[in-house]
C-alpha cells in the first residue's frame, strides 16, 4: 500500500494543495469585508440577497479550508476586522457604490473564484480536496446564474459587442 492510498484526508498535502487552499481561505476572507461593505451601499433587495448568499458561502470556505489546514498541521491566514455597518443614506453620492457597479463587481469576482476553483481542482492529487473545490466550483456558478438573471432583469448589464447578423455562409 502506498502513502497516496486509503483515506484522503489522511495523505499528505503537497506544497501546492497547501499554498492553494492557504490562498483561497485568505480570499474568502477578503470576500466577506468587501462584500459587506457593499451591503452598506447596496439599496436594491435581491442585489443584498446575493451579497448574502456570498457572504455565506465564503464564510463556509473559510470554515472548511482553515479546518483542512489546521489539521494539517499549518495556521490558516488572518481574519480581517469586522466592519461596521453603516445606513445608505450616511454615504456621500460621490463616495457610494451604485447598485449596477456592485453586480458588475461581484459577477467579475465570481468568474474570477470559478477559475480559481477549476485550477486547484486540476493541481491537486487529494480527492478530498478535488471534491471540496468541485462543490465551491458549482456553488459559485449557481450564484453568478443568479447575478446575470438579476442584472439582465434590472437593466444593469453592459453587453459586450454583438453579433447581431451572421455572415452569409458560401456554398462550395
Same mark, same amino acid.
Given at each position: /500500500?502506498?502513502?497516496?492510498?486509503?483515506?484522503?484526508?489522511?495523505?499528505? /498535502? @503537497?506544497?501546492?494543495?497547501?499554498?492553494?487552499?492557504?490562498?483561497?481561505?485568505?480570499?474568502?476572507?477578503?470576500?466577506?469585508?468587501?462584500?459587506?461593505?457593499?451591503?452598506? @451601499?447596496?439599496?436594491?433587495?435581491?442585489?443584498?440577497?446575493?451579497?448574502?448568499?456570498?457572504?455565506?458561502?465564503?464564510?463556509?470556505?473559510?470554515?472548511?479550508?482553515?479546518?483542512?489546514?489546521? @489539521?494539517?498541521?499549518?495556521?490558516?491566514?488572518?481574519?480581517?476586522?469586522?466592519?461596521?455597518?453603516?445606513?445608505?443614506e450616511e454615504?456621500?453620492?460621490?463616495?457610494?457604490?451604485?447598485?449596477?457597479?456592485?453586480?458588475?463587481?461581484?459577477?467579475?469576482?465570481?468568474?474570477?473564484?470559478? *477559475?480559481?476553483?477549476?485550477?486547484?481542482?486540476?493541481?491537486s492529487?487529494?480527492?478530498?480536496?478535488?471534491?471540496?473545490?468541485?462543490?465551491?466550483?458549482?456553488?459559485?456558478?449557481?450564484?453568478?446564474?443568479?447575478?446575470?438573471?438579476?442584472?439582465?432583469?434590472?437593466?444593469?448589464?453592459?453587453?459586450?459587442?454583438?453579433?447581431?447578423?451572421?455572415?452569409?455562409? *458560401?456554398?462550395?
Amino acid at each position: /500500500m502506498g502513502i497516496l492510498s486509503g483515506n484522503p484526508k489522511d495523505e499528505p /498535502m @503537497h506544497y501546492g494543495e497547501i499554498y492553494a487552499v492557504w490562498q483561497f481561505s485568505a480570499a474568502a476572507k477578503g470576500c466577506i469585508s468587501m462584500n459587506r461593505a457593499f451591503l452598506n @451601499h447596496a439599496g436594491d433587495k435581491d442585489l443584498k440577497k446575493i451579497l448574502a448568499a456570498i457572504i455565506d458561502q465564503a464564510e463556509l470556505e473559510i470554515s472548511e479550508c482553515d479546518t483542512m489546514l489546521t @489539521h494539517n498541521g499549518f495556521t490558516p491566514s488572518p481574519s480581517l476586522p469586522a466592519r461596521p455597518e453603516v445606513k445608505l443614506e450616511e454615504i456621500p453620492l460621490g463616495a457610494r457604490f451604485t447598485d449596477q457597479e456592485i453586480a458588475t463587481i461581484i459577477a467579475a469576482d465570481t468568474s474570477v473564484g470559478l *477559475v480559481a476553483c477549476s485550477q486547484i481542482m486540476g493541481s491537486s492529487i487529494r480527492e478530498d480536496i478535488i471534491a471540496l473545490f468541485t462543490k465551491y466550483h458549482m456553488t459559485k456558478g449557481t450564484i453568478g446564474l443568479k447575478i446575470l438573471k438579476m442584472s439582465k432583469d434590472k437593466g444593469w448589464l453592459v453587453p459586450p459587442p454583438l453579433q447581431v447578423k451572421r455572415p452569409d455562409l *458560401v456554398q462550395a
